[in-house]
């Protein structure tokens, strides 16, 4: 039994050979591709495993469940490890041409192998302490990103990103800390028994809110996203796109896992914070955002905004809501990045970001506008479109939770989604370009296939997601189905 | 700081080091020790000897580059994992042989310590990779 390894195993080896190779810097993306589709077809087999066979458990070192480290694949994680998989497939092509040959000699490739692993190692643990090592790994591998090619607004925004990310590592490990002197345990499943056998469960919320701190800040919650503005905007944009897509998922997926597997005694204080805290980064996310005329800033602003709806599926806590969170997750997850890509290739033809110095792009790239639309009228939530999807089954589970603040407030929010989204587009194709500008540097050249290759693929999977909603919505389901009846969990892992 | 007394010290201590890092290394499973701290004192030695000379005379000394450390170290730390799975054990079971050598005694061998030559090497090649950078800025 090796199988629930295999996705941290994959990127090592990656890294291996990638440094093994250090010379050859014209081999280094095709081995870090190679790496990538490795791991997205693994994650497909695993997700295919998980369904038919249930639950995968590996105790490493053959030590029992609350002795050893669990890697334990279930629904949830095999959905995640997928979309790692897509998101590091697409990143990896198109970081071919779009990273400078600098970057790529100076350990661009193994970075983004050692942040995958972190990132894969976080989906698989089944165990406390192994997950804040995973996000340290994922973190260190991050910092490197950020600051690797050390111009002056890099580290500026490296600084306000590397800081703040050490104090929620502070904030976890007391949380891990507190827990493990309560209950003598790191082990989620064996935790998630003990405590719902303890009848004192006052002292639990100490750690709870300690990881609830932790998780806000690396998921950018209200009122804890400060950081991701400051930063996201800085480094190139396939380095964004990869964050984007990854780096504040792994925050909220930790959130689903620890309040919906052992953090559930409280249900009367924790859900009602959620639907606040998810409220309020909806609003305050997007309505940031439109005041900003920097396409990548009202993206980073948009992720906050969008990451509160999958708070709102979990404050919502029923099969429904999660299963919301769940769908909505991968959606985000897909088009953010996709989104991210485009503005991309917006710079390469007209080289700014800034929505006063270009426009006019629907004349020259008619194609690139459709490669735009398709994902961001996906995040604005227009239907065929997967994000419509995503918001229309949140919402329906919060009418029939009751929860009726949070559902009209959310759609509000998709509302102004739309608007910030409609301004790229009024601004960057629509609208003729202002005077008196000389010609964009790119006009004439055609764009790098390796750039659109990965827009074309995401744009794809979110069409697919819009139009196949119903077996994907099932798998979500099945997967929140598996979440909200922790016993299962807590069975595969310990035995009976 | 090119005083000769150091230049001297310097050469004379890197075999030392070395080899009390390896001891260091193999005492490490059941004292205190270990790969880790094993690999500092290996990288102490050569930067030492870069203190005293410069890091370029130190890298020739070294043979290999630090990267090429941190491949044979990562290397060795994932083959370590390998013969669990010829045993048919769990992923990272520990397998152990003991050989009886003459004079020594037994000498017993086993995937943990491989790991830990794995982490040895990784940590030596890293330190060393960090301080030469920092002492060249």
Known sequence: MILPALPILIPLLTIIFLLFNFQRREWQPWIGLTGALLQLALAIFLAVQVKTQGILVLHTGNWEAPFGITLVIDAFSSIMLVLAGIIAVSVSIYSIDAIDRQRQSFFFFPMVQGLLMGVNGAFVTGDIFNLYVWFEVMLTASFVLITLGGEKKQLNGAIKYVSINLVSSLFFLAGIGLLYGKTGTLNMADLAMKLSLADNNVLMNTSAVLFFVAFSIKAAVFPFFFWLPASYHTPPVAITALFAGLLTKVGVYSMIRFYTLFFVQDKLFWHPLFLWIGGLTMVIGVLTAASQYDIRKILSFHIISQIGYMIMGLGIFTVAGIAGAIFFMAHNIIAKTNTFLVAGLINRVTGSYDLKQIGGLYKIRPWLSILFIIPAFGLAGIPPLSGFFGKLILISAGFNAGEYVISFVALAVGLFTLFSMVKIWNEAFWKPRPEGLPPYEGENENLPVSMVIPVVFLGLITLTMGFAVKPILEIAMNAAGQLLDPKIYIQAVLGS | ?137
């Open chain 2, 1 to 137: 700081m090119k005083s000769y007394i150091t230049q001297l010290a310097a050469t004379r201590l890197l075999p030392v080091t070395l080899i009390l890092s390896l001891l260091v290394f193999y005492r490490g499973h059941n004292e205190p020790g270990g790969g880790f701290i094993g690999g500092l004192m290996a990288a102490a030695g050569f930067i030492f000897y870069a203190m005293a000379f410069d890091t370029a005379e130190a890298e020739k000394k070294l043979r290999v580059s630090p990267l090429m450390l941190i491949v044979a170290g990562l290397s060795i730390a994932f083959i370590s994992t390998l013969p669990s799975l010829f045993a048919g054990n769990p992923f990272f079971t520990g397998e152990w042989i003991s050989l009886s050598i003459p004079l020594l005694g037994k000498l017993k061998l086993g995937t943990p310590m491989l790991f830990d030559l794995g982490v040895y090497f990784t940590v030596w090649g890293i330190s060393v990779t960090i301080l030469f950078n920092v002492m060249e800025e």
